[in-house]
């Protein structure tokens, strides 16, 4: 702490450098303590498998899907709805620039 002269001086309830040692070191948590190393597959058999990780799994698989058929739909319905519905060429380029840009967000 700085006093009104600026001079730095410590704060009584901290302790000095010379008297912190090892032994007054907190503890890690007992899941750290451990000294055996952990590979992925322990890791993932400690932790198990719930209802939360089956739902996110089934939902990012739809959306992956879901993604992929709106990338394909648009490689072939902007010529084949442009030509039918009279769109110019440049108007379906643009809504699929957008489509891709909003997928990219």
Do not use: Y
């Not at 901290?14 to 303590?33: F, I, N, V, Y």
């Amino acid at each position: 702490v700085r006093d009104a002269l600026g001079v730095w001086t410590r704060i009584a309830c901290m302790p000095d450098e010379a008297s912190t040692s090892a032994a007054s070191a907190p503890t890690p948590p007992k899941h750290l303590q451990s000294t055996s190393v952990l590979d992925v597959d322990a890791a993932l058999d400690a932790i198990g498998c719930g209802s939360f990780h089956f739902w996110t799994v089934t939902a990012i698989s739809l959306f992956v899907v879901a993604q992929s058929i709106q990338t394909n739909l648009l490689a072939f319905l902007p010529p084949c709805a442009g030509a039918a519905f009279g769109v110019d060429p440049d108007a379906a380029a643009l809504i699929a620039s957008a489509s891709f840009g909003a997928s990219c967000i």
